[in-house]
């Protein structure tokens, strides 16, 4: 299977993909429990007529039913009270008097209680936390079948159960096993649906605020900053909480069946909502314009998700190569039909080190920057040419004009069979045919053509600007005027201007996706292959040099001009920004951009390490 770098997108028919790792994603989740220090406990009390009512840190216990004793009821006044007074029992602990058992039963009708530290189990191996995956992205072409899912784990979890045999209170307590490898640990599976869901902006951690912050900063040049939601729509690729099924669960042994319920049922459902409030449950965030798109470089309009893995459906399967796939699309086209990828995105080596590639057809960004340049560059070289002549007494006189063309342009770049674009132009003129007399010749005949041609290149490439290699769009015009002087049926005719004018567009791009570039031009003037000496010469009775010279020397003007603006002005109307999708939940930069082999743009995505 090929590396990206060897394909191209527009055999997919997809503008832009971010593809992030499912390992880089599983990789953020397990630096977010390795950071969590938070101990959640929940002491569930039962009526005996199965009303029961949930006690956890800084609830609310005014809502508690009438059918508990007044002393209960009595500590729900005061919030933090009823918890604190179950707390201080020490239940939890392997020491639990039996006189504060049989306390929690009668005064405050405790029947259970679930205390956990959130983070992988203390049971795992080095080896094994490395390779456990907290999630599971199932391979699918369509986003509204797509899922997770999701292996929960904690650090140390425990449960008692207090029940009444004969009289006779017991507290009966379950706990992780604190040795004994991935095999022994309380592992809970629950598959979720995935999609994309509306977000407001003022509700994003701060550092996705800054990106988007940054994309809207354009819109708001010269004037106070605006509503952020009133000019971009964020959608965040979240997991769906409501869409929950358990595909696995442990079996707690020697408590009740009740009591396993509530761990599974209650406490994870506790421990989603802590995930979803900390912003765990979002793998990606696309952003896409109301308004103002036309003064970006490129915008998102329309975008969905595909998950593939290389290896899915062999026996070699392996779910941390599984990529995590945003496309996009711009303007008005509709997203095509889906397709599985058939490269790789990661290497083996970049797994671990690279969090995944950000990848630009080169059909978006080329035709968009070609026809710029056409219409702001090379129209400066969109050139017209006249040519007449005169008899004289003795001999022809020449004239040469060049002007700025009028009219429409109609020529296009147009793709080629390498993958590169070509644009050409081209005017000629001819004078009409002069009858003269040139000693020893009483009668003869002359006219002369003239031809001016432009033809451009542009591919993707690189330069180096103080000692720095950047990937770059070339643009390699080649600049011609060709003239024709016929004297009596003969010619003298040839090039008598000849240059490759190789302007280039070096991408800089910035952690923020922001990008810049390193203009850079070079002219390189080709031998002329007209021959001034012969017919020419001789019908013009010596005067065809300065016509030739006038005519180049003006040509050179516009060339010297054409220079300045393209390093100065070219696409300096344009916002360059590039960071419209934001795959993952965590701050990430870019890196390493260039283009691949089939000429698409692409930067591969690093996370910061927090």
Same mark, same amino acid.
């Given at each position: ?7 191209? @997108? ?5 503008? @832009? ?65 009823? *918890? ?6 020490? @239940?939890?602990? &392997? ?12 005064? *405050? ?58 009289? %006779? ?59 952020? +939601? ?29 009591? $396993? ?28 314009? !109301? ?8 915008? /998102? ?17 392996? $779910? ?42 080169? #059909? ?52 080629? /069979? ?12 001819? $004078? ?7 000693? /020893? ?9 003239? !031809? ?58 910035? #952690? ?5 570039? &390193? ?12 021959? %001034? ?34 390093? $100065? ?7 360059? &920004?590039?960071?419209?999708?934001? /795959? ?7 890196? #390493? ?6 000429? +698409?743009?692409?930067?591969?995505? !690093?996370?910061?390490?927090?």
């Amino acid at each position: 299977m090929e590396n990206f770098r060897s394909g191209r @997108l527009s055999d997919y028919n997809y503008e @832009l993909v971010a593809s992030v790792s499912g390992e880089e994603v599983n990789g953020k989740l397990k630096e977010y429990f390795d950071k969590a220090d938070a101990v959640k406990k929940v002491y569930v009390l039962d009526d005996g007529n199965s009303n029961y009512y949930q006690v956890e840190e800084g609830k609310d216990c005014s809502d508690l039913p009438s059918t508990y004793p007044d002393n209960v009821a009595a500590l729900t006044k005061q919030k933090g009270a009823l *918890y604190n007074a179950l707390d201080g029992l020490q @239940l939890f602990s &392997k020491e639990a008097s039996e006189e504060n058992v049989r306390k929690a039963y009668d005064d *405050y009708y405790l029947a259970y209680g679930i205390y956990a530290e959130y983070g992988l189990p203390q049971c795992f191996s080095d080896e094994e936390i490395e390779a456990f995956q907290i999630l599971e992205f199932l391979e699918t072409l369509d986003v509204n079948q797509s899922y997770v899912l999701y292996n929960l784990c904690f650090r140390n979890i425990s449960v008692f159960e207090i029940g009444e045999n004969h009289r %006779k209170v017991s507290l009966k307590m379950a706990c992780q096993p604190q040795t004994g490898g991935i095999k022994k640990a309380w592992r809970f599976q629950y598959r979720f649906n995935m999609n994309f869901r509306q977000a407001m902006f003022g509700k994003l951690p701060v550092p996705v605020q800054e990106r988007v912050q940054n994309l809207a900063a354009p819109l708001w040049e010269g004037t106070e900053n605006g509503d952020v +939601d009133d000019i971009f729509d964020i959608s965040n690729l979240v997991m769906i909480l409501n869409s929950r099924t358990a595909t696995t669960t442990p079996v707690i042994e020697g408590l009740s069946e009740k009591a $396993s319920d509530f761990v599974t049922g209650v406490f994870v459902h506790h421990f989603f909502d802590k995930l979803e409030r900390d912003e765990q449950t979002v793998f990606g965030r696309v952003i896409t314009p !109301k308004t103002g798109e036309e003064k970006y470089l490129f915008t /998102p309009k329309k975008f969905t998700l595909t998950v593939d893995n290389p290896t899915f459906g062999t026996p070699s399967y392996d $779910s941390a190569q599984t990529m995590l796939n945003y496309i996009v699309m711009c303007g008005d086209k509709n997203i095509p039909p889906l397709k599985k990828f058939s490269w790789r995105w990661l290497e083996a080596s970049e797994r671990g080190k690279l969090g995944g590639v950000m990848e630009i057809n080169r #059909d978006l960004l080329f035709a968009r920057v070609c026809e710029q340049f056409k219409r702001e560059i090379l129209s400066r070289l969109r050139l017209e040419v006249n040519a007449w002549m005169e008899k004289q007494t003795v001999g022809f006189t020449y004239w040469l004009g060049i002007q700025s063309a009028s009219g429409y342009d109609a020529a296009q770049f147009l793709l080629q /069979p390498d993958g590169s674009y070509q644009y050409c132009y081209s005017h000629e003129k001819s $004078s009409e045919t002069v009858y003269g007399w040139i000693p /020893p010749i009483f009668a003869a005949s002359g006219s002369l053509a003239a !031809k001016y041609s432009v033809a451009c290149n542009a591919r993707g490439g690189e330069i180096t600007v103080d000692n720095v290699k950047y990937p770059a769009l070339i643009f390699d015009a080649r600049v011609v005027g060709w003239l024709d002087v016929v004297y009596d049926g003969g010619h003298s005719k040839g090039t008598i201007y000849d240059a490759d004018l190789i302007f280039s567009l070096g991408i800089a791009l910035d #952690d923020y996706g922001n990008i810049s570039f &390193k203009k850079t031009f070079e002219l390189k003037e080709n031998k002329t292959t007209m021959d %001034k000496s012969g017919w020419a010469e001789f019908a013009s009775v010596g005067g065809i040099d300065s016509t030739v010279d006038g005519f180049t020397n003006y040509l050179k003007k516009w060339i010297g001009e054409f220079n300045g603006f393209a390093k $100065s002005g070219f696409l300096n109307n344009f916002y360059t &920004k590039m960071c419209w999708v934001m /795959p993952g939940n965590s701050t990430f930069t870019y890196r #390493d951009e260039g283009f691949t082999k089939g000429h +698409d743009f692409y930067a591969m995505i !690093k996370y910061v390490q927090e």
